[in-house]
Every structure is written in C-alpha cells, then in structure tokens.
C-alpha cells in the first residue's frame, strides 16, 4: 500500500509550507506535530547511519563479544564478584539481576574485552571498583592511600583497611604503629603500607620467588612449560598454551592465580631454552 511507503523529503516541505495556509487555531498544533515528526526522521537516520558503520557487522567481533560476555558471566557466578564484590559468598542459588548499567560500568567486562584474563579470586577494591592494575605493575610502585589499622579490645593486630576496602590481611609488623606488610584476603602479592598523615603509601614488594619456564622446539614446532617444584624434590611440568615468551608468561601466572593464589604476583619467572630437535 502507499500509505506504508515513507514520504521522501520534497514531500515532507509541501507539507511544511501548507501549514501556514491552516487557520491559526490549527497551525499552532499542527506545526508542533509536524516538528516532532521530523526530529523523529532525523534520528531514523542516524541510527541507520551508526548501524551501517556498526563494527559488530563483522561476525567474528559478534562472536568474540559472546564469548567474552560468557568468560564475564562465568567469572561472576564461579569467582562471585561484581562491581564492588556483589554476593561474594557460596552456596548461591540463583543468579543476580544485571542491569545495562552493571554491563557498562563493569571493570570486570572491560578488563576481559581488552583480551585479558580474569582473576580466580577477587581483586582488591578502590573508589568501590576492582583495583586491577594494583595487583598487575611492577615492583615498586606506590600510591597515597587512605589507611588504618584495626585492633581488637586487647590492643591485637586484626588487620587493616584501604581505600575502604577492609580485607586487607597484616602479614607481619616491620615498625609498630607505622609499617606494615599486608596482603589482600591473603591472596596476591605483597604490598608495604606505610601509615602516614594525610597520606599513607602502598608500595608493591618486591618479589620472593623465581620459577623456570622451559622453551622446547622440535621440528618447527614450539612449546612452553612451566616447572614447578613440589615435595620430595618432584617437578611438576604444566604446559602453557603459548606462542611466545610474553603469552607463556601471562598463562603461567593466570595458572599460579587459580592454583597457588597466595602466591600470585611474587613470582618472577626465568626463561630456559633448550637446543632445537
């Protein structure tokens, strides 16, 4: 039928130019009709517009963004973080309502897009988000942080809040009511904290261990393994599915996060190669 075929734009300023021709109490409520209709012409436009440069047209990014919201899902309900660490606590029957807001404000979501791993546990807190990178960067590094220590009634030490964030574990006491070497819900690395007024600082130890990582070639082909020491001076070989150094690195640690969690972050790891076959 042609009333179903949208009018082209010629069409819409006749329209326009009889408005004025309308007796005066109608062309008022007319005209505003009229402007209404064409701001909703416009956004058609630019909504077709965005669509045909939409990036998603290509199947494989759809894919990738389907696969990366199921790594997103999995990690909420296996590692039970989200935000700011919603319904952390297991047995959990039924999984949380999530909102357009919660996808687009997730540090989580981000952190997976951008083709890294996530956590097995949750990471530390800051500003009420997943304070990532903490747990990432290098030795050495310090940041101001909003700090203190917490007592029980007979003056022990209990632990320590940081940046609100209250599951900050007291490893040790290096100087009484001034440094100490914490740790988050004992997992990861190690930080120093330095109490301090108005600032106190959180400065990432240095690390305590070293791991090899054997590169073995046989007829074009390359693989990567980490060693890994256990009692009664036994090796445990776990192959690391990489290409390169780098890659072969970021897999052993995501193996040491989900296997030794008190340990992730305070390995440095040692690149041995072994003569081609």
């Known amino acids: 039928m042609d009333d179903e075929i949208p009018l082209d734009a010629d069409e819409l300023m006749a329209y326009f130019e009889r408005i004025d021709r309308l007796p005066p109490e109608d062309a008022e409520w007319v005209n ?3 402007q209404e ?3 909703a012409r416009v956004h058609e436009a630019e909504l077709q517009s965005g669509q045909e440069a939409c990036p998603f047209e290509d199947p494989s990014q759809i894919a990738q963004v389907a696969l990366d919201t199921a790594e997103w899902l999995k990690t909420l309900w296996n590692v039970g973080y989200m935000g700011a660490g919603s319904f952390p606590s297991k047995p959990r029957s039924a999984f949380p309502e999530i909102e357009l807001e919660d996808v687009l404000k997730s540090a989580l979501f981000a952190r997976i897009r951008q ?3 996530p956590l097995p546990f949750p990471p530390p807190t800051r500003n009420g988000l997943p304070w990532h990178d903490l747990l990432e960067e290098a030795e050495g590094e310090s940041h101001k942080v909003a700090a ?4 029980n009634d007979q003056g022990k030490l209990v632990g320590t809040i940081i940046e609100k964030a209250s599951g900050w574990r007291i490893i040790r006491e ?7 070497i914490v740790q988050y819900q ?3 690395p190690l930080f120093r904290l330095i109490l301090g007024v108005p600032d106190s600082v959180l400065r990432r130890e240095p690390k305590e261990w070293a791991r090899n990582i054997l590169q073995q070639e046989r007829v074009g082909i390359r693989t990567f393994t980490l060693l890994w020491p256990e009692e009664n001076s036994r090796e445990k070989r776990v192959p690391l599915r990489a290409l390169t150094w780098e890659r072969a690195e970021s897999e052993a640690a995501h193996w040491v996060a989900a296997n030794h969690p008190e340990m992730y972050g305070q390995i440095r790891f ?3 190669e072994t003569a081609s076959g």
Do not use: H
């Not at 290096?174 to 100490?180: G, P, W």
């Open 32 to 34: 505003r009709l009229f």
């Open 37 to 39: 209709c064409l701001r």
């Open 115 to 117: 083709g890294k791993r």
């Open 148 to 151: 203190e220590i917490v007592r």
């Open 174 to 180: 290096i100087e009484e009511n001034r440094e100490y």
């Open 186 to 188: 004992g997992k990861g």
């Open 270 to 272: 040692i690149r041995q």
